[in-house]
């Protein structure tokens, strides 16, 4: 069965980075509130700078230090607000797809010695299982003509590119490395092709 989206409401959210309109959206897949924080009018419009980011509690909203996430979202923000248009879709997908709880137990695994892929694969997943079908519905039904993804992981190019999105552009976004990401951010580069300068090893 094809998925599909309602836009069911929006709403004006004054925030430091800026006044957005949230688009909260149902859908056929699963029952996960999947958002699009939307700056500007974006409908027609090409290279529109879009954010896919994948929620992350530890890191939005405690401001965890072991990943890039919650530095990720204030910039993405940031950007959209200095472009004057643009797009934030956040996604339910905790943990690269394999949810909180399995999230945190990786976290003490990786405590133990193993990187956050070898992690997941330990507790029955894949390195990354996260899906990118709604998120194509959201810039669909924004009517947003072509955008300029603000990633660091070519696969989420790939994977929009194959939903029918068309993407013209690449925007970084690299945040600060320090000791208690830089494994983490290793092994995205490493093992998972992220492209993000990392500093030389000594």
């Not at 992350?56 to 607000?81: H, Y």
């Not at 879709?89 to 193993?114: F, P, S, T, V």
């Not at 899906?131 to 992981?153: F, R």
């Amino acid at each position: 069965m094809k998925a599909t989206i309602e836009d069911k409401v929006q709403t004006r959210i004054p925030t430091k980075h800026g006044d957005f309109t949230l688009h909260y959206y149902s859908n056929s897949l699963d029952n996960k509130e999947h958002v699009a924080f939307v700056k500007g009018e974006v409908a027609g419009k090409d290279h529109v700078p879009v954010r896919i980011h994948s929620e992350c509690f530890t890191g939005d909203v405690l401001g965890s230090r072991r990943c890039d996430c919650g530095e990720q979202l204030d910039m993405a923000l940031d950007l959209i607000n200095q472009s004057g248009c643009g797009v934030l879709i956040y996604m339910r997908q905790e943990g690269r797809g394999i949810g909180l709880l399995k999230k945190l137990q990786a976290y003490n695994l990786q405590d133990q010695g193993l990187d956050t892929v070898d992690a997941n694969i330990k507790l029955g997943h894949l390195a990354d299982e996260r899906e990118y079908d709604i998120a194509a519905l959201i810039l669909n039904s924004l009517q947003v003509h072509s955008i300029a993804l603000i990633t660091n992981n070519p696969q989420k190019i790939d994977e929009m590119t194959k939903l029918g999105i068309q993407v013209n552009d690449r925007i970084p976004i690299e945040t600060h490395i320090h000791l208690d990401n830089l494994g983490y951010l290793t092994t995205k580069v490493e093992r998972m092709r992220h492209l993000l300068k990392m500093p030389d090893k000594k």
